[in-house]
């Protein structure tokens, strides 16, 4: 089905006002191939008539499911070395000597898709925990997991992964440890499974219902989005982090030009930022 371009004009307005993404002109393909399956299932014979079941469905669930579509999922287990060492030598054990401290640490994985990056850093704690002779503490790291894509989440939660995710960046070692074989999937450990919670979750909304951070992963998702929804997102992170806590990004992305109270730091090549306001 050809995507006209004012139906394309219609469509990424209604998908930006939806979940934020922006897609520049060039991306009609996108849409093309994304949506053609929905819009020929939903009996549509063009997009403009897609867009206008989109505006007149009141129930929300064929929203739920173009942003579902148009949502890109790319993730894999320990993705980006440089951030994993600064992980597992500074973010980790400042998590845990933050249990120590008060009882409880929290993190946000923002962009959590299928789960692999929160599932990544519940190993690695359960890890360095045990490294210090203190396995207990990591129970008392509560990883939040969200993500707009229900499709995404719906894997997350159910912490099942075939053969071609379980090896994108996940060692044998881990695969062992915190793995069991089922068939044709393998499936994460209960208990480790546990420490993560996701839910669906628009990073458009009102983080309210959030509450307060102790690090927050925010990779990969920005890079979508217009710039001054950039500056209006990284405003509101910084208000739902502590202070003196640190914000990760993407290897390529940058907090310049997009939020002040913020202070960019460097550990073995990997940036992060640190919230002002006290360490």
Known sequence: MKLLPNEFDLMRTYIEKNCGIHLETGKEYLVETRLTDIVIEKGCGSFYEF?????????????????DAMTTNETYFFRDDTLWTYMREVAVPDLLKKVVATGAARVWSAAASTGQEAYSLAMLIDEVARSQGTPQLAKCVDIVGTDISSAALFLALSGRYDSLAIRRGLSDERRKRYFREDGSVWVLDDDLRKRAHFRRFNLMDSFASLGQFDLVLCRYV???????????????????????????????????GYADGFVPEVYKNCTYFVRQGGR
């Open 51 to 67: 867009h206008k079941a989109a505006l007149a469905d009141s129930t929300g669930k064929l929203r739920d499911r173009i942003v």
């Open 222 to 256: 920005a890079i979508y989005f217009q710039e001054e929804f950039k500056k209006d997102l990284f405003t509101r992170i910084g208000g739902a982090m502590r202070p003196g806590c640190h914000l990760v990004l993407g290897a390529t992305e940058s907090l310049r």
